[in-house]
């Protein structure tokens, strides 16, 4: 089993839509929580942190419960340009900070 | 440069030759990591340094992958007597330190294919 688990893709959305991805870690001393976005042929780049409390950054929201080891990531009003794969990262800073990835969901939005 | 830099971003290597890949990072910046990313995956850690020690070298799949920062900087990942389960890209990527919420940032890689 993996570490760091996401939803299986693609999701196909028209544009305007609502979509959530899920993720789920395993390892219960991960101590940092990400959303990295990769364009296809392109590098990953941190969308955004995850705190407990949740956060918001525009039309994209992340949550985290500890508890169950889970986070989400919503993005509301999707546009065209949302369009990538989404990676769901965690890391364990007495491990060095090393990020762990997902394995990723592709999201493709349609006009 | 003012972000991570990889070289070269394309290389096709005969089965059994070697290869070095290099990863320029963020000048200052005191963690590199190494990963490989096989396609429709996510990437995969294989090494990390802080400064010129390598502190964790767990997710190097053989000893036919060796890596090292000599001098705490530039990083070179070595592939001896490739193999086709080499064929991946590989992302280096570099932060300022260890911490919450550093933020880490990655070089567009370097696509390996052995062929």
């Known amino acids: 089993r993996k570490e760091v688990e996401q939803d299986p893709g693609p999701f196909n959305v028209p544009e305007g839509a609502t979509v959530a991805f899920n993720c789920t870690y395993s390892?219960?001393?991960?101590?940092?929580f990400f959303w990295y976005r990769q364009d296809c042929r392109k590098e990953p780049k941190l969308l955004m942190s995850?705190?407990?409390s949740g956060n918001e950054d525009g039309r994209f929201t992340a949550q985290l419960n500890r508890a169950s080891q889970y986070i989400s990531l919503l993005i509301r009003d999707s546009k065209l340009s949302d369009s990538a794969t989404y990676l769901c990262?965690?890391?364990?800073?007495?491990?060095?900070?090393?990020?762990?990835f997902g394995q990723g969901t592709e999201l493709s939005v349609k006009p | 440069g003012a972000g991570v830099s990889q070289s070269p971003r394309y290389k096709v290597a005969k089965r059994g030759q070697d290869v070095a890949l290099r990863c320029d990072p963020i000048s200052g910046h005191v963690s590199l990591f190494w990963y490989q990313q096989a396609l429709g995956q996510g990437p995969e850690f294989l090494t990390y340094f802080q400064n010129e020690a390598q502190l964790d070298k767990s997710g190097l799949p053989s000893d036919r992958f060796f890596a090292e920062r000599p001098e705490g900087s530039v990083s070179t990942l070595k592939i001896q007597r490739t193999q086709q389960e080499d064929s991946a890209v590989y992302l280096c990527?570099?932060?300022?330190?260890?911490?919450?919420?550093?933020?880490?940032?990655f070089g567009q890689g370097t696509r390996l294919t052995v062929v």
């Open positions: 990262v965690v890391t364990n800073y007495n491990q060095g900070g090393k990020l762990i």
């Open positions: 995850v705190y407990s």
């Open positions: 390892n219960s001393a991960s101590q940092s």
């Open positions: 990527a570099s932060s300022l330190d260890v911490g919450m919420d550093t933020e880490a940032f």
